[in-house]
């Protein structure tokens, strides 16, 4: 089972900030990576698929990017809605395995 | 417009078998665009997948639940279910019915999500 990690933990950003968070992968997974958004209470959302394509409906903000064993998520321009918790996920190997989630607080 | 939506008991006790129901609308789970499945995430955790369903009625289970999970549809109804036996304290978890975008038989995007239902397991 490949294992996701993901960092930081949590982070606290301004509205307009820049954020990145990195999703690492125990083994390499090709770009075989999805990262989701999830509101408290509410269901996670497909944000980018295959690394880096944007799903359908997603802000340009949101951008992926990255392949092998190293993922990166980049949302620009921090807007207060972006408050959540990101997680990675696998499509290389079954089963497919969620990363421990990033929250951001946008402030 | 999809909807879906997860239904079932919020209790269940221990080493009972825990059963779900998700009712689809704005889309048939017989489309051969698409595979459906279960997914449930412990409070305070990220995500697991539990099983998915093709469009075929084939099914694939994560391997550690293999023999304790059962996925099936009711056409008729536009709905599919999850059946747990032997739960435990473990299986606390809110379930997710999500459809896949599905690479291969076995791997997966999760494009939509059910608002999901928390199942607790105690005495």
């Known amino acids: 089972e490949i294992l996701l990690t993901q960092s930081p933990s949590s982070v606290s950003p301004s509205v307009g900030d820049r954020v990145t968070i990195t999703c690492r992968a125990s083994?390499?997974?090709?770009?075989?990576l999805a990262w989701y958004q999830q509101k408290p209470g509410k269901a996670p959302k497909l944000l980018i698929f295959?690394?880096?394509t944007l799903h359908s409906g997603v802000p340009s903000r949101f951008s992926g990017s990255g392949s092998g064993t190293e993922f990166i998520l980049t949302i620009n321009s921090l807007q207060p809605e972006d408050s959540a918790t990101y997680y990675c996920?696998?499509?290389?190997?079954?089963?497919?395995?969620f990363g421990p989630g990033t929250k951001v607080n946008v402030k | 417009q999809l909807q879906v939506q997860e239904s079932g008991p919020g209790l269940v006790k221990p080493s009972e078998t825990l059963s779900l129901t998700c009712t689809v609308s704005?889309?048939?789970?017989?489309?051969?665009?698409?595979?459906w499945g279960w997914i449930r995430q412990p409070p305070g955790k990220g995500p697991e997948f539990v099983g998915s369903?093709?469009?075929?009625?084939?099914?694939y289970y994560h391997p550690s639940l293999n023999n304790r999970v059962t996925i099936s549809v009711d056409t008729s109804k536009n709905q599919l279910s999850l059946t747990l036996s032997s739960v435990t304290a473990a299986d606390t978890a809110i379930y997710y019915c999500?459809?896949?975008?599905?690479?291969?038989?076995?791997?997966?995007?999760?494009?939509?999500w059910g608002q999901g239902t928390l199942v607790t397991v105690s005495s």
């Open positions: 999500a459809r896949l975008s599905a690479l291969t038989t076995v791997l997966y995007y999760f494009n939509f």
């Open positions: 369903i093709s469009y075929r009625g084939s099914t």
């Open positions: 083994l390499g997974i090709s770009s075989w």
């Open positions: 996920q696998q499509a290389h190997s079954f089963p497919v395995t």
């Open positions: 704005g889309d048939s789970i017989t489309s051969t665009s698409y595979y």
């Open positions: 295959a690394a880096s």
